[in-house]
Structures are given as C-alpha cells and as structure tokens.
C-alpha cells in the first residue's frame, strides 16, 4: 500500500524586515519535511531565506533551487515541468514540502507555475497557500506611502514595454504600482518627470536586506543607481489631498 501524498505548502516570505510571515505558515515551516528555496541563477544567496532571518529552519529540511528566469516560455515550462517532478516525488513518499516565494504566494509569483505542474502531477494533493505580504504593501509601509485612499483607482502592472503605453495608464488611474521594471527605469523616470509628477512618486528596492533604496519623491533618482532585481515603483498622478 502506498503512502498518503505530503502535503505542499506554498509560503510567502518578505520582502521586507524580518518577520514579515503569518503565524500560521511559521507553523507550516516548523512542521515541514522538506523546504525548497528558490535562488535566482547567478547569485550566492537566495532572496528567501535572507527574508526568514531569525527562523530557524533545520538545514538538512533546505533544498535550494537555482531558478532560470528566461523569456523563452519553452525553457520556463521545462524547468518548471523538471521542478515539480522532483517535488512530486518526495510528496508521494509522504514527505511535506513548503516552497518558499518571495511577497505573496499569487501576486506574479513562479509559485503559481510550480502549483499548476504539480496538480496536473498530483491531482488530489493535500496542498494549502499563505498570502504573503506584497513588495507594493512593503514598500508603501516603508516609505508611509498611502496606496489608496478613498475612491482613487489603483492600477497594478509590469511595466509596459513603452513609454506611451505607460503615459496612458497614468493618466486613466490616480495610482500605479509598477513592478518589474528592470533595465527600463531609465526612460519611466523621464518620463515620470516630463509629466511634471516626479515629486509625488517613491521608489523602493531591497526592503530590510542589504543595498535597500527608499525614495519618497524620484526626481533626483539616478537610473544607473537605482535598477535592480526586487525594485518597485509608486506612482501618483496628482497630489495627495490634504483630508
């Protein structure tokens, strides 16, 4: 006979100070087998752990995975496929897994990827996911930046590929969290500041792990210093009303 299937949990982790973690998916961690860790390929140190300083995890439970973030969306679904084959064996012996992701669980996070190759694996896996704390929330928190207050339209986005496509979604919302703006800022900060709202913006990047950047106001924010991976960008259209 064989074995019930682990159970695979799915945690959102920072970004931020540490801390920054539900009670109940510290729970699930402490009662976890296995602990799989993504780390970006090219780097010493995965983002995830540095966020869960100061909780102890068992370093025989850690398994890092070196994770290729390549656009080729045939190379994305073999690694993702090759991922979760191996996930999928240690839940079959009856081992728990917690897969670590950096903010929430579900916000334009590789955890979902990983989630939907296991169920079409495992179709009846025991499985539970703990929202995590946004890298916006982190960042608005950081900086006592407001995202939203009373009827102002909020719009969440990867950066577009252009800077007319970013205008119009400035100017068809009073906010606009961009994510994922990399080798682009250069020409987002130009054009934030031919919009004459500069002053209004705030930019944050690295929350609570070294190399943090916080920016309330990116007028005088040089690109070149500035990009980098776990960068987020608030963008306001018009002053904050005084209420």
Request: hydrophobic share 45%; proline share 7%; with cysteine.
């Amino acid at each position: 006979m064989s074995a019930p299937l682990g159970t695979f949990w799915g945690v959102g982790v920072g970004p931020g100070p540490a801390g920054y973690l539900p009670l109940a998916a510290l729970e699930a961690l402490r009662l976890a087998d296995l602990v799989y860790a993504p780390r970006a390929r090219g780097t010493e140190k995965s983002v995830a752990l540095q966020c869960l300083a100061g909780v102890e995890i068992d370093p025989l439970k850690l398994r890092e995975i070196e994770f290729n973030m390549d656009p080729d969306r045939s190379v994305l679904s073999e690694h993702y496929a090759h991922l979760a084959d191996g996930i999928a064996l240690e839940l079959r012996a009856g081992r728990s897994v917690a897969y670590l992701t950096i903010g929430d669980s579900l916000t334009y996070s590789t955890y979902g990827y990983v989630l939907a190759a296991l169920r079409e694996r495992l179709p009846d896996l025991p499985q539970r996911t703990f929202p995590g704390i946004t890298s916006y929330a982190a960042a608005a928190a950081a900086l006592a930046w407001p995202l939203g207050e009373g009827k102002e339209r909020v719009l969440i986005l990867p950066c577009p590929e252009t800077p007319q496509e970013l205008r119009r979604d400035i100017e068809t919302h009073d906010i606009v969290v961009l994510m994922k703006v990399g080798a682009r800022l250069g020409w987002v900060l130009d054009l934030l500041r031919e919009m004459g709202i500069a002053q209004h913006c705030a930019f944050a990047r690295r929350i609570g792990l070294p190399g943090e950047l916080l920016a309330s106001g990116v007028g005088e924010l040089v690109a070149g210093e500035a990009m980098g991976y776990l960068a987020t960008l608030l963008v306001r259209r018009n002053p904050r009303e005084e209420r």
